[in-house]
């Protein structure tokens, strides 16, 4: 199996740098990271990659058992990690990804050394029983899990694909730029275990220093949700981004940048 | 690009009345336009004033236009709504342009997809088209389909998002009635493959009683068989048969009942028993044919004529002497074929022996022969001979059987129905046919018991089970 194709993996930015992991999560791929990989890619040797299925990743290498639990997308950080010969990461997760740090750090063959939890939020799922507010009711999660397993939600999914087809060279002329393309199973699949997981329980057992970065509003990580993931993990920093929403790689690209660095630096110091 | 004149502009540079157009491509009834102008004499002031006259006023065209208009900051927040959107909200201008955002306004799973999908490729393509979401309204939803771009400054920067929404309740019911057509359509495609799963079964384990389970033990000789079913989906007309008559005595039959299916199966059985307690009766093979004669044109007479072809035989193991006497007659069959030890392939005729259960009356002639160490008696089906093979799909033919046979010989009767096997497999697709072959043979000295052996294979159309063979 190789690795590096089936997970896309792009390596950038200064090659003696320290490395930075960065994992997108539900719903893109790497591309999540355009605008962040130039504040970066002077400091830090930058490892991107699209999680089997996602992005241009080798579709022919899912399958939905192994990608129908968070695991299934940690053993994937694990391989790369191995394969690229990475020791001592810093690992970046985004939203769902942050989780899958957690449970990569935590694995025997674990190669991560720092974790950041961009926007991480372990349960989506509001469970009242225990007066926790995750952000959405079952309704809703099944509302959005409906829309990608009816078909009239194709679309948003499957952007206009256009492969270089030598045959029709004047398709490649036309070739916009594709982000985010995603086959409808794999995202059903990706939206499942994203979306109806609960992983609390594994915030505790992680070890390595952890940032956990949020912004200052987020729909779909609310702010005592951050604040719960910070008081779980031994020993986490909790930053609060100045910006809101819930892709600050995107909308403050400078301020994420700027926090990821003084963390992977203060890591560095200790 | 268009030269009638100014285009009427918003008087606030943050609205954009063309999005609903998709942007600022023009929209398709452009070029006519043009041309009933021209037509006119390109009257063009007249055209404008009288627009203008309809139009109030850009405004206006912003505020009441079919479909909802928001511009918001890149945090979300809303900076410009239309008139046409709150009302669909059933809100107020005040309580939502800087206090509301475009996430705010939608469902919760309609977050969920603006954060992890919408805004992330906006923000990366710099527009998106036509996504399902829906809005949330105080005493319900309403399905909209969004398009949005993005305004950015001089140096790229983005500033503001404007998203128009239109109405979808008619596109999102229709789409629903798709996608139950759809999952009946599954529904019915997963019945009928289910049906058709359990026919097969049913059929195999009806062709497999036409079909002894088992061969039995022959003094002294050795016995194999085959049966190749061409479709899991229709029953075969190919029977065959052996068994013990008497202290002294085996018969054997193999034959083609002509037509497949139910009909077909329903002759084989007939046929079958029939053959059986003829040979009880009188197992002479010329006496066991006329009977299955009667007994068919007597039981399919009319419009439903059945026959079919068939060698029945008997045969006479001398313990004294480790040889086997074949008597035998045919109806319409092949003939069958000795492989002798040195490698000499004969052919049984009988000759003038007619269909079975065509005529009142048939009459058969018998053959005989004698099978000694290492020879071998084969019948078979014209699935055989019949498949076409190589490139020009010819007939694979009884000299090229012939031949076969004789490159193997001497060849035992379960190596010449494994052999030939073999070769039916390799015939693929040029095999159209139900196939079934019966080999009998003495052992060469030194090789098999005198308690003899069995061999059975059947196979459905493309893999073949494992073979038994009887203890000794």
């Not at chain 2, 998203?163 to 996608?179: G, H, K, N, S, W």
Request: hydrophobic share 40%; aromatic share 6%.
């Amino acid at each position: 199996m190789d690795v590096r194709r089936r997970n896309n993996v792009v390596v950038t930015g200064r090659a003696d740098g320290p490395v930075l992991l960065l994992a997108h999560g539900f719903g893109c791929d790497q591309s999540m990271w355009r605008l962040l990989v130039p504040a970066l890619a002077d400091e830090f040797r930058l490892v991107l990659f699209d999680y089997t299925g996602c992005g241009a990743s080798e579709r022919g290498a899912w399958n939905a058992e192994r990608y129908g639990s968070l695991q299934g997308y940690a053993a994937d950080v694990t391989e790369i990690c191995e394969e690229l010969g990475l020791e001592d990461v810093t690992f970046v997760g985004h939203s769902v990804s942050a989780m899958v740090g957690v449970l990569a750090s935590r694995s025997e063959r674990n190669r991560i050394g720092s974790l950041v939890l961009l926007v991480p939020n372990p349960r989506y799922l509001d469970a009242p029983e225990e007066g926790y507010r995750g952000g959405f009711s079952a309704t809703d999660v099944e509302e959005l899990l409906t829309s990608l397993e009816a078909n009239p939600g194709w679309p948003q999914w499957l952007a206009p694909v256009v492969i270089g087809d030598p045959d029709r060279p004047e398709l490649s002329s036309e070739l916009e730029e594709v982000f985010c393309a995603a086959d409808p199973e794999v995202v059903r699949v990706f939206a499942r275990a994203t979306f109806l997981t609960d992983s609390r329980a594994d915030l505790p057992g992680v070890s390595v220093p952890t940032l956990v970065l949020r912004t200052a509003q987020d729909a779909i990580a609310p702010l005592a949700v951050s604040d719960l993931v910070h008081r779980e993990i031994p020993g986490s920093r909790l930053v609060t981004l100045e910006a809101t929403g819930h892709c600050p790689q995107l909308s403050a690209p400078e301020a994420t940048a700027r926090a990821v660095r003084e963390f992977a630096g203060a890591v560095k110091r200790r | 690009m268009r030269e009638a004149g100014p285009t009427p502009l918003p008087p606030n540079g943050a609205s954009h009345p063309s999005a609903c157009e998709n942007g600022s491509r023009r929209g398709p009834g452009a070029e006519s336009a043009d041309r009933r102008r021209a037509a006119r004499g390109g009257d063009t002031a007249t055209d404008v004033a009288f627009t203008a006259l309809l139009e109030d006023s850009a405004e206006e065209l912003y505020e009441k236009a079919p479909c909802g208009y928001l511009s918001t900051l890149m945090d979300g927040t809303v900076a410009r709504i239309n008139g046409t959107l709150l009302e669909w909200l059933g809100l107020s201008r005040q309580e939502v342009v800087s206090r509301l955002t475009f996430p705010d306004l939608l469902t919760g799973a309609g977050k969920l997809f603006f954060e992890t999908r919408f805004f992330p490729l906006l923000r990366l393509k710099g527009e998106v088209n036509g996504l399902a979401m829906d809005l949330a309204l105080r005493d319900g939803r309403l399905p909209v389909m969004a398009s949005a771009t993005l305004k950015t400054s001089a140096d790229g920067q983005p500033l503001l998002m404007r998203i128009t929404l239109f109405d979808a309740r008619d596109r999102r019911a229709y789409e629903a009635e798709l996608l139950r057509g759809k999952t009946a359509a599954d529904e019915a495609r997963a019945r009928a493959e289910a049906d058709r799963e359990r026919l097969q079964s049913a059929l195999a384990v009806l062709q497999r009683s036409l079909l002894p389970d088992d061969l039995p033990r022959v003094p002294g000789m050795e016995v194999a068989s085959y049966y190749h079913t061409a479709s899991r989906d229709q029953l075969g007309g190919d029977f065959y048969d052996l068994f013990q008559v008497d202290g002294a005595r085996w018969a054997f039959f193999l034959g083609d009942v002509c037509g497949k299916g139910p009909e077909a199966a329903a002759v084989t059985s007939l046929v079958r028993y029939t053959l059986r307690a003829a040979a009880l009766h009188d197992s002479e093979p010329e006496a066991a044919l006329a009977t299955l004669n009667t007994v068919l044109y007597e039981r399919y007479t009319g419009s439903d004529p059945r026959y079919c072809t068939a060698v029945f035989g008997v045969l006479r193991p001398r313990a004294e002497t480790g040889e086997v006497e074949v008597s035998l007659a045919s109806g319409g069959h092949p003939p069958a074929m000795v492989v002798r030890s040195d490698g000499e392939v004969e052919q049984l005729r009988t000759p003038g022996g007619l269909l079975i259960g065509i005529l009142p009356t048939a009459n058969f002639t018998t053959a005989g022969t004698v099978l000694r160490a290492g020879d071998t008696l084969l019948l078979h089906t014209d699935g055989l001979t019949e498949a076409r093979t190589g490139a020009d799909h010819g007939l694979y033919g009884d000299a090229a059987l012939a031949a076969f046979a004789r490159e193997r010989a001497p060849v035992s009767a379960p190596a010449l129905v494994e052999s030939l096997t073999e070769l039916l497999h390799g015939f693929g697709a040029g095999l159209d046919d139900d196939t079934a072959l019966l080999a009998l043979g003495v052992p060469t000295a030194g090789a098999g018991t005198a308690a003899g052996t069995a061999q059975h294979f059947t196979a459905d159309t493309d893999s073949r089970s494992s073979s038994h063979e009887t203890p000794a």
